[in-house]
């Protein structure tokens, strides 16, 4: 199983960017998918999942601002950010987790920087 993230990179305070997670060897589907994010010096957090039933859920520092979407005919998701803060900035991993044969997969993550 290969969770493959693109799309970070440089943004400006206040821009947007919607990085892509596409997963290979499982079907998202029937994973929950998440995002999680780690700054330097601190833990990895929780950014946002979304279900196989497509039930949603933020952390409170993104809510309104970042949207969770899965693309299942392109085994896809996607994490819109918008109105990005640099306390937005750190590396940002997909993790699908399995909630019946209790599989948890990580991408290698990629790295999103929101400065002037």
């Known amino acids: 199983v290969q969770l493959v993230e693109i799309g970070g990179g440089l943004v400006q305070p206040g821009g947007s960017l919607s990085p892509p997670c596409a997963a290979h060897g499982t079907i998202i589907s029937t994973n929950t998918m998440g995002w999680y994010r780690q700054a330097p010096g601190k833990e990895r957090e929780l950014v946002a999942t979304i279900t196989s039933s497509g039930r949603t859920n933020y952390a409170d520092s993104v809510k309104g601002r970042f949207t969770i979407t899965r693309d299942n005919a392109k085994n896809t998701v996607y994490l819109q950010m918008n109105s990005l803060k640099p306390e937005d900035t750190a590396v940002y991993y997909c993790?699908?987790?399995?909630?019946?044969?209790?599989?948890?997969?990580w991408g290698k993550g990629t790295l999103v920087t929101v400065s002037s």
């Open positions: 993790n699908a987790d399995h909630p019946l044969y209790g599989t948890n997969y």
